[in-house]
């Protein structure tokens, strides 16, 4: 059974506190996928952990569609390495919502993005974020999944804003569209039974 997320207690000081800071990259040359969040919430940025939010699908979506045995919480981050992922983002700087960014933030961030797939070489960069991905890429035609374009030998892959603020997506969609990418990846399902095939 999945371990329930603990919710960091952090004070509304220091969330604001957070604002433009940085969250690192969990990265290594030669993923199997890179996942590319848009940028980082306050939350994130204050407790240094990617998706952090309570309400953030991430994490829930990961682990039942098959990427990882269990359920990890955002403050197991590093563990992902060992089951070849990890996590970027398109913009660096932490705000309290994404629509904070300005255009030119997405395109530069965009540019930042292409070169750090270049030089650690995924096998697949997963951008979570249709809208984002447009505007960083340049492409307000695309629609989730499968891109055409690849980055030097890297495909991409746009998946659902894993936020709670998108209700287009339930959980359980959302990690069927994970799912289709860890097969592309040719990755297994870690789940061994409890991963996104029950929960269909």
């Not at 829930?60 to 955002?74: D, I, K, V, W, Y």
């Not at 340049?138 to 629609?143: E, I, L, N, Q, V």
Request: net charge positive; aromatic share 6%; charged share 25%.
């Amino acid at each position: 059974m999945a371990r329930s997320p603990r919710a960091p207690r952090v004070t509304p000081t220091q969330l604001e506190a957070a604002r433009g800071r940085l969250v690192p990259d969990v990265a290594a040359p030669g993923l199997r996928v890179l996942f590319c969040g848009i940028n980082p919430g306050l939350l994130s940025a204050a407790v240094g952990a990617h998706f952090a939010r309570p309400g953030n699908r991430f994490w829930p979506a990961l682990h039942l569609s098959g990427f990882t045995p269990r359920q990890l919480r955002p403050d197991e981050q590093e563990e992902l390495l060992a089951y070849g992922l990890g996590i970027t983002n398109v913009v660096a700087r932490a705000s309290a919502r994404a629509d904070e960014l300005t255009d030119e933030e997405l395109r530069e961030g965009g540019e930042e993005l292409r070169a750090t797939v270049r030089r650690l070489e995924p096998r697949w960069l997963a951008v979570a974020g249709i809208t984002a991905y447009r505007t960083a890429f340049h492409d307000k035609s695309a629609r989730t999944g499968r891109q055409e374009r690849t980055i030097g030998g890297t495909g991409v892959w746009v998946l659902p804003n894993p936020s709670g603020l998108n209700a287009h997506w339930t959980l359980q969609t959302m990690a069927e569209e994970f799912a289709g990418l860890r097969v592309a990846a040719g990755l297994p399902d870690a789940g061994a039974g409890a991963g996104a095939d029950e929960h269909r």
